[in-house]
């Protein structure tokens, strides 16, 4: 029995923490403070016996741990917070925290506006830890000072009756393009009046192209607006168009912000002519929404609706601001008429005046070439005098001469090369200048032990971005790093970050937008150092998580830059087996990506002899890659009718891998799923060759197998890590796919729609890969048709044929081929609705193009061929179903025998 909490009168000094202990009920602390990162289990029981207070900056963090640790909050529980956190914190004797009525009230609306996005996404049903992943990175900008006129135009800009659909923000590095408009986007979070969206282009800068840019840029926006995407990406003109199409859904007007968006940039300067075409379609398509660019380089556009495009630059602080900055950084002893003077030397650049701050109190600089004194000092060392430190900036000509932002870099250098770091935050610094994505725990605890310390350091010299719980340098900041680095030194800092990368994923601590990011960066780099193995394993394993940002064609190009030279290799690596394992996974499943075409001969050729690698030891693989080479070996065995050795190939791995997959639920899954294939593509073989009896004998089979994964499936997920949650949810579409086949197959119409919608619920959230929506959409049509709802069947059919169509028109060879068997469906699905010229006209034409792995779908067309001819003789209507049950009573091969086939069944496990 739970022991009741004691009722203590109202008013004493543990009243905040009987709220918290009140609200936690049975949930145990462990739970809160796995979101709390360093609290103590003392510190928080201590808080809740009113024996400590709260600080300040605690409070946010406290109310977000008790709803992501599942505490049920009341309707009031925001404002009762504040209230009685107010109050403890007041009645502090000693280490007074004292904050004004504007902090308080600032306080209470983003604990509002926190509470409401919990509440909201759980009425949605999205996981608590969810309801705020789609922009968690916002930055935190309350330090920001002056610039209200610029302000109030950008809010003129967003909201006056002269509203623009484009916005361009201009300004040098370092002005606080990024600072303003995050703040911006916080802002019109908290009011509640828009919906930000914010995509950071910096790790495009230089590295993509404009196209893929955008590709980017829309991936991002689809993702947050929950849009799923597959892959090979669309058209750029069918991306836009399903962009627009879904922001203007939105209840909100959405605001996408696009910082960096030099990557918008072609040759000289001038905006890329897919850019072009882009921002047309934004101001001339009819929609709420508005697209923010902040860009150091803007060529200026005319590209026709000028009326709505503004532009702005973002203006200097004043020497009055860059004053007011300088002493909230730390100068206020300094005399006004040398922050007046250092000020005007930096041109108004906040990340200027920061460096200013951070250098004028550190120990005395030598200008270069100057002797310094290395005498050491008699006696305590005295604390840098801040006054003499700004004398010596306003002395060195060096640092702040030229253009403000091209002197940035020297001035970083000067920082780093006269130690005013130290050791561990120099190399920290360094590393993550590197990295491209926000490093979150996981990655920091391998790159320093130290890291809690060392960052706190980089974050007084100014030099990371203020997230809340990520670690970032300042664009600029890391350009400059990058700049002093050698060749050997980069290399060496590459290496922990790849070794950081590793550890996030495998940990699982990241926001849900983030994970394709990291897979990406990460595969980069993997590919970068000629580590072709671990490159192939990843992308295999993780890589859908990066292609649904767009990096799919990205990382193709990268793989094929770095094995076309792999003739010039040391020969002593070409005959690495796992090099060369590398090699032919990466060939085999990135280049696709880039219109290559498969030859299915000599991957089966290549992907044997790496399985005889793995079989003798000579290449140590992770279990899902063999998988992944078993999967391939044995579709390849059955496209030539050797069923018995796909099945030997598939039982000699389940006893290879033996006890690995005990506890591993993905690893068992993935094993019942390949059964399943097998088993699928036997029975209609064996249909096709009218041995009904086997047919049926592994047909049952296949069921059995089917409803075995999705309860290992189903109960897995519960318990698992987000990263592995999506691959599980992934399986679970795939076998609820192949399920509803088979029971529409045997004429069990009903359970098969409902097997069959609980996967497309969960492919349209983008837990599939390219085929497999559209298999799903075109199997619940004929399920549908067999029940003789005909108008939702031919609704489901377009859908197929509109998703197939789209993967067709993007280059996807496999998926132009599949498109004659959707046009088989079709057609058989005319006949029942008597459209049965359309119906023979599709049916006709679809025979002579179908390639010889799918030859069973010219069996079902020429039974709808034949049932219109008989249609056509009697001229009689057949009954409801009738003619459903024709077809139905032989062998359907359905739309999922084309899935497995094609990619959705050999891209990925």
Known sequence: MLKQPVIRPVGGSD??????????????????????????KDTFHRLEKGEIAPAFDQLRPLFRALWLAG?????????????????RIAGKRTH???????EWAELS??????????????????????????????????????????RAEMWHLLNGPERKKVIVIGGPGGIGKTSEMNRLATQLLRRNTHRPIVCDLRSAEGVLGPEEALRVFIGTVLSALGYPQQVPPASLEEQVMTLLEQVDKSLLPIVMFVDHAESTLGGQGKLAPCWERFLARVLRFQHGATLVLATRQWPGWFGGEFRFVGETTIPPLTREQGV????????????LSLLQAISEKVG???????????????PFIASAGAEQVTTPPE????????????????????????????????????????NHLSPEAHLLLQTVSLATVPLAKPALDVLSAQWPRVVKELQRASLLVAYPDRVQALPAVAAAVVRTLSHDERLLQEEALIEAYQSWLQEGVFYENEKGGIVAELATLLLSHHRLLPAAQLCIRHGWMAFHLGHATRLACLARTVLQDWEAWPEAERRDPAQASGRWLLHYFLLPYLGEKVDTQARAVDYQQILDWIVSGTVVVEAPTELFVVRHLMFRAMDLERFTEAQALVDACELRLGSSMRDEADLQASLLEKRGFLLMRWCEYAAEQQNLQLARTLREEAIAVDRQSIRLLTEAEVRTTPLKSGILKKRLARAQTNLGFHLRRIGQFGEATQILKQSIVLKEQGYTEPGSLAASYGDLSQALAGLGQLQEALHYDELAMAEI?????????????????????????????GRLDEAEQLLLEAIPNLPERWRMFRVFAQQALDEIKQKRVSDVNAPPGASHAHLEGKHDGGVVMAQGSGPAGLKED
């Open 71 to 87: 505490v049920a909050l009341p309707p009031d529980a925001p404002q009762l917070f504040v209230k009685f956190a107010r109050a």
């Open 324 to 335: 007011l900055l300088l002493q909230q950084l730390g100068l206020a002893s300094v005399p």
């Open 109 to 150: 609306a983003d604990l509002i506006h926190l509470d409401s996005a919990f509440r909201a996404g759980a009425a949605l049903g999205r996981p608590v830890s969810q309801s705020l992943a789609l922009n968690p990175l916002l930055l935190d900008t309350s330090h920001l000072i002056g610039r209200d006129p610029w």
């Open 348 to 362: 108004g650049v906040p990340i200027c005046l920061e460096w200013v701050a951070a250098l004028a109190k550190q």
């Open 805 to 833: 169509s789209r993967l067709a028109d993007a280059g996807d060879t496999i998926q132009q081929e599949a498109a004659w068997t959707y046009r088989v469906n079709r057609g058989r699905l005319y006949v029942k609705l």
């Open 379 to 418: 006696g305590p060392v005295a604390a840098p005098d801040p006054t003499r430190g700004v004398h010596r900036l306003l002395a060195e000509p060096h640092i702040f001469g030229g253009e403000v932002a091209e002197e940035i870099a020297p001035l970083l250098s000067q920082v780093l090369s006269h």
């Open 96 to 102: 007074l925290d004292l904050h004004s009525d504007e």
């Open 15 to 40: 009243e905040f923490g009987m709220l918290i202990f009140t609200w936690r009920g049975t949930t145990k602390r462990t739970r809160v403070l796995a979101h709390l990162p360093g609290w103590s």
